[in-house]
């Protein structure tokens, strides 16, 4: 077996696999947090092999998603692809086994793992992850929530072309409990290719993913000095909403409407692999059961939202405007 290690700001993950190559392959999204030692808080083991099913006892469903089927018994959690793969977790020695043929499942299983350990994580060290894009700009953090379909990563893209724009995360930073915004950075995720196509193949790789098809990926090597690797404490919030046959606009927001946008993005997480899974076919004693989790949450979005100037992003159909919108916001405003 081939041992990585994997530090997400604090949280030490041994992982493991058959081979040099395997393991490369799973760490790609998280290959910032790389590192040489630590002592393992969790390990993931991944085997390229059909899952042992055979060995399993008759065990009960304790509920189903229309990805997987979950199974518990006692310290042990088995989570069955239909058939195309296993996961199983044992709590009590926090080991992990991914079993599979089929090299995009390994990889988009894995990827979800850490997302969701790394989630449970920050909910124990009052850390907050947000849905949104974060870059940088003079050392200040600009966040911007928006809907599905808004462009985001496009736009992230363009705005790497500007001078002194750097990357904090696509998809979810951090923000902490002494008021700052940590960096995640991981590729940059497209589903158009046409939008890649003027990148260098080596840094673009693509995974078929099980419910919503392939996505191409553009490498953090490809920024090199473009990443932003501080803690920010300065910290600009824009919330995105569509708008029909208008033009794209961006205005001061009151800081009650950028509450209720991060209660559902980041403190139920709708739009994070970290809230809905609480409470799909889950019984009433489970759902309460991670009130405390909200609360905190909640907290913490409180927090960030005092501290944060807050601003409404009005966003149009065209792609490409919202993001000439947002140069200018950025360039102008923002000092």
């Not at 953090?220 to 932003?228: A, L, Q, T």
């Not at 992003?313 to 993001?323: G, R, Y």
Request: proline share 5%; aromatic share 12%.
């Amino acid at each position: 077996m081939i041992s990585l290690i994997l530090n997400l700001h604090g949280l030490i993950i041994n992982c493991q696999a058959q081979t040099a190559g395997l393991a490369l392959e799973l760490i790609r999204p998280f290959k910032y947090f790389k590192a040489d030692k630590g002592h393992p808080d969790i390990t993931v083991i991944v085997n390229e092999v059909d899952p042992p099913y055979e060995t399993f006892s008759p065990i009960a469903a304790s509920f189903s998603t229309p990805r997987n089927v979950v199974y518990k018994d006692k310290n042990l959690k088995i989570i069955d692809y239909f058939g195309r793969g296993v996961v199983l977790q044992d709590d009590l020695k926090r080991v992990y086994f991914i079993y599979s043929r089929e090299r995009n499942l390994l990889q988009e299983v894995f990827y979800l793992l850490i997302l969701s350990v790394f989630g449970q994580f920050c909910d124990q060290k009052g850390m907050l992850r947000i849905h949104g894009l974060a870059l940088s700009y003079h050392d200040k953090a600009i966040l911007l929530v928006m809907p599905q379909g808004g462009g985001k990563s496009t736009m992230a893209l363009a705005m790497l072309q500007q001078e002194d724009v750097k990357y904090i995360s696509d998809d979810d930073p951090i923000f902490d409990r002494e008021g700052h915004i940590l960096p995640f950075p991981r590729p940059l995720g497209i589903v158009d290719q046409r939008v890649i196509r003027t990148f260098p193949e080596e840094y673009v790789y693509k995974i078929d993913r099980m419910e919503f098809g392939i996505k191409y990926f553009v490498e953090n090597d490809y920024w090199k000095d473009r990443i932003e690797t501080k803690p920010l404490n300065d910290i600009v919030l824009l919330t995105g909403h569509k708008i029909l046959n208008g033009t794209p606009s961006i205005e001061r927001s009151s800081k009650r409407e950028v509450l209720f946008i991060l209660i559902k993005e980041a403190v139920i997480g709708m739009g994070l692999y970290q809230g809905l899974e609480f409470i799909i076919g889950r019984s009433p004693w489970e759902v309460l059961s991670k009130l405390p989790t909200v609360l905190r949450r909640f907290l913490l979005a409180l927090k960030l939202v005092r501290k944060a100037k807050t601003y409404r992003f009005a966003l149009s159909n065209d792609i490409p405007q919202n993001t000439s919108v947002f140069k200018e916001f950025i360039q102008k405003v923002i000092l």
